[in-house]
């Protein structure tokens, strides 16, 4: 599972900031996978930029197949405290077993402006590179809508395991106000499910923008 970008855009495009939200969730280029059906977890960041940073929360469980997840963010430094609701499912498999296909959708605002400010939809694609499992690829297309937005967004990741608790990651995506951005780090596997993430992004048209996040996913049920 992955709270990304693609499905918080709607609480971001109004603010002109860099992807927000985040497979793990501190990534912005959404997965295919979900939560194991009726389990939760917990996925959080904190992304430093050079003018304010994010603090996000995001719980999600699966429930008769659909991943259903609230995010709740805050924006210091940008006088924002953003929200979404959002849901996921994966498709039925039309790729054969090394390829996965899901859609999600999310509904979303800002708490300090009240109701709702837009809702976005994708459609994820993870596909394994190799007979092992250890490189994979996530390929993101949606679409967001706000009251002043319309536009499609596109999103390219990688995972590569290079050891048992080592993973390099990588992503570029093009948002809905044609912005490219970029992420590079690493996720180090911990026991009982825990990982953190370490990413360095920053946008293509703007060198200054940069930032650093740092991300802990947590299994909450087993």
């Known amino acids: 599972m992955r709270f990304t970008f693609f499905r918080t855009a709607p609480l971001w495009a109004s603010l002109t900031v860099v992807p927000p939200l985040h497979a793990a969730a501190s990534l912005s280029v959404d997965d295919a996978g979900i ?7 917990l996925e959080s960041w904190s992304r430093a930029h050079r003018r304010h940073q994010e603090l996000t929360l995001v719980p999600a469980c699966t429930v008769a197949g659909t991943e ?11 006088g ?18 090394r390829a996965q296909l899901a859609v999600a ?20 694609l993870s596909i394994v590179l ?9 390929v ?11 536009a499609a967004m596109l999103g390219l990741g990688t995972e590569l395991r290079i050891s048992p608790d080592w993973s390099v990651l990588a992503e570029t995506w093009r948002d809905a106000d044609r912005q490219r951005g970029s992420q590079l780090g690493v996720r180090r596997q911990l026991r009982n499910d ?15 923008e940069r930032w650093l996040t740092l991300g802990v996913n947590l299994p909450l049920t087993r």
């Open 35 to 41: 939560a194991a059906d009726g389990t939760c977890q």
């Open 68 to 78: 259903w997840s609230l995010a709740l963010g805050h924006l210091r430094g940008a």
């Open 80 to 97: 924002a405290s953003p929200w979404a609701v959002g849901a996921k499912r994966v498709l039925p498999d039309p790729f054969g077993p």
């Open 105 to 124: 959708a999310d509904l979303g605002g800002d708490i300090r402006r009240g109701g709702a400010r837009g809702w976005t939809i994708g459609l994820p």
């Open 130 to 138: 190799d007979a092992h499992g250890h490189a994979l690829a996530h």
């Open 140 to 150: 993101t297309t949606g679409w967001t809508h706000t009251r002043s937005t319309r």
């Open 194 to 208: 825990v990982s953190i993430d370490l990413l360095a992004g920053r946008l293509q048209a703007d060198a200054s």
